[in-house]
Nanobody, 116 residues
Framework: QVQLVESGGGLVQSGGPLRLSCAVS????????MSWHRQAPGKERELVAS????????NYSDSMKGRFTISRDNDKNTVYLQMNSLKPEDTAMYYC?????????WGQGTQVTVSS
């Protein structure tokens, strides 16, 4: 059974950090490209960051560059998103996604709320 379980969301003050985790099971994590996406109320879901299967390649949306860091631990089947200098506009539901050869799995999401 495929599972992606996000955790680490919550309420944080503007300028503060949060670290999200996504623990996966039910598929071969180490061969999947992992990514974080977010969706704010009334807006479309957008890519935050992605990381290749080995962890050597990463990609970030422009608004997150320099503030967010994606990483993965293939021994723990977990992908992380370290978020620093959070802004109120980062408030959203954050989802992790696994993708490989046209197959994709999504987690249920974790809410991040940044207060001003």
């Amino acid at each position: 059974q495929v599972q992606l379980v996000e955790s680490g969301g919550g309420l944080v003050q503007s300028g503060g950090p949060l670290r999200l985790s996504c623990a996966v099971s039910g598929f071969t994590f180490r061969i999947y490209i992992m990514s974080w996406h977010r969706q704010a109320p009334g807006k479309e879901r957008e890519l935050v960051a992605s990381i290749g299967s080995t962890g050597r390649s990463t990609n970030y949306s422009d608004s997150m560059k320099g503030r967010f860091t994606i990483s993965r631990d293939n021994d723990k089947n977990t992908v992380y998103l370290q978020m620093n200098s959070l802004k109120p506009e980062d408030t959203a539901m954050y989802y992790c996604k696994a993708a490989n050869r046209g197959q994709a799995y999504w987690g249920q999401g974790t809410q991040v709320t940044v207060s001003s």
